[in-house]
């Protein structure tokens, strides 16, 4: 047992250290978005995604937003960076296949979040999946794939599939152009 959260422990601190010294981050973010229910849309959407620490997240759409879907910049689901959970949920190991590990992120505040489950890659400390259950019965799901850009472990692609009550669909993105440490204000993500 002792051994097991030595080794917990360990993942858990090369997850806070991963890409130690970036800070800030701006990335071109090309999205297809295809629901599944009516009004059946699909579209692709350009925009930049905007990152600061601790955990500032902006989604500025440039081109390719139909009115119907001017909420994506709100709704695309993220997590918060592992130094904080912690403090902003019960965090509880459900699973270690000696490959990756899962875990339950619970809300210490309840709210539209009920529970994350997050897969780790061990080897990498980096987050292959996540799943956000909603208390309306809805849920949204995320694949990351990384590549390393300049030392850093970061997201290039993903794909995704969101349930919600009155809506479902599919999305799949590319992130690319990364600027890393920009000085980024926060009052951009206010705007």
């Given at each position: 047992?002792?051994?097991?959260?030595?080794?917990l422990?360990?993942?858990?601190t090369?997850m806070?250290?991963?890409n130690?010294?970036l800070?800030?981050?701006s990335?071109?973010?090309?999205?297809?978005?295809?629901l599944?229910?009516f009004?059946?849309?699909s579209t692709?959407?350009?925009?930049t995604?905007?990152?600061?620490?601790?955990d500032?997240?902006?989604?500025a759409?440039t081109?390719?937003m139909?009115?119907?879907?001017?909420?994506?910049?709100?709704?695309?689901?993220r997590?918060?960076?592992?130094?904080?959970?912690?403090?902003?949920y019960?965090?509880?190991?459900?699973g270690?296949?000696g490959?990756?590990t899962?875990f339950?992120l619970?809300p210490?505040?309840a709210?539209?979040?009920?529970k994350?489950?997050?897969?780790v890659?061990?080897?990498t400390?980096?987050?292959?999946?996540?799943?956000?259950?909603?208390a309306?019965?809805?849920?949204a799901?995320?694949?990351?794939?990384?590549?390393?850009?300049?030392?850093?472990a970061l997201?290039?692609?993903?794909?995704?599939?969101?349930?919600?009550?009155?809506?479902?669909g599919?999305?799949?993105?590319?992130l690319s152009g990364y600027q890393?440490?920009?000085?980024?204000?926060?009052s951009l993500?206010t705007?």
């Amino acid at each position: 047992m002792k051994l097991f959260v030595i080794l917990l422990a360990d993942l858990l601190t090369r997850m806070i250290g991963l890409n130690s010294n970036l800070h800030s981050y701006s990335a071109t973010m090309h999205a297809h978005v295809a629901l599944q229910s009516f009004p059946f849309l699909s579209t692709d959407i350009v925009a930049t995604y905007y990152h600061k620490d601790p955990d500032l997240n902006k989604i500025a759409v440039t081109s390719g937003m139909p009115a119907i879907a001017q909420g994506f910049s709100q709704l695309f689901p993220r997590i918060e960076p592992p130094a904080r959970w912690d403090a902003l949920y019960a965090v509880t190991q459900t699973g270690d296949d000696g490959h990756t590990t899962t875990f339950a992120l619970v809300p210490h505040a309840a709210g539209n979040v009920s529970k994350i489950t997050v897969t780790v890659d061990e080897a990498t400390a980096t987050i292959r999946t996540e799943r956000w259950d909603y208390a309306n019965g809805g849920w949204a799901s995320m694949d990351n794939r990384y590549s390393v850009i300049q030392g850093n472990a970061l997201v290039t692609s993903q794909t995704g599939h969101v349930e919600e009550p009155s809506y479902k669909g599919d999305v799949t993105t590319t992130l690319s152009g990364y600027q890393l440490n920009p000085n980024l204000p926060d009052s951009l993500f206010t705007q």
